[in-house]
């Protein structure tokens, strides 16, 4: 708990251990969705849940029996995410102009723009690029470092 690495190889070991229970879910016919917004609220997560040091409230999930059907969403190409040898960024740019079009073909974004003080709230061309940098151009979650030092990684 004392360094970057140990926190790192718990939050892989979450990470395979979720995809795990989520792909035996799917199998018996569940639905799951993973929520990240916990970290939003950590420490009211760890409040509520009392959790005791060195637990942290890393990711959450959902599992249930669908009401209907979900939409499936567009994946990124494999062109954008697999890289052989070494990392190749030459066909990313066409890549994520498709997904783009084939997210936004979706309706995902309609009514859930991210708001930017002083940039109008719709822009014709939003899609999954635009999405994804409005949300990770404003500060949040500002309070993690904090929190997590109280659970007690140092984090060194």
């Known amino acids: 708990a004392e360094y970057v690495e140990n926190f790192l190889l718990s939050a892989v ?63 990124l190409p494999l062109e954008a995410v697999l890289h052989w040898d070494r990392y190749d960024s030459s066909g990313e740019k066409d890549a994520l102009v498709d997904y783009d079009r084939a997210m936004v073909a979706t309706g995902i974004y309609e009514g859930r723009q991210v708001p930017v003080p002083g940039q109008p709230d719709s822009v014709e061309d939003y899609g999954w690029q635009e999405h994804s940098a409005r949300r990770v151009s404003q500060p949040h979650r500002i309070e993690l470092r904090d929190v997590l030092e109280q659970q007690g990684f140092a984090l060194r």
């Open 13 to 75: 070991d979450t990470a395979i251990m979720m995809q795990n229970a989520a792909l035996a879910a799917e199998s018996l016919g569940l639905g799951m969705c993973y929520i990240g917004a916990i970290r939003n609220r950590s420490q009211a997560v760890i409040d509520l849940l009392h959790l005791p040091r060195l637990v942290f409230p890393l990711v959450g999930m959902t599992l249930g029996w669908p009401a209907a059907s979900p939409m499936l969403r567009p994946r």
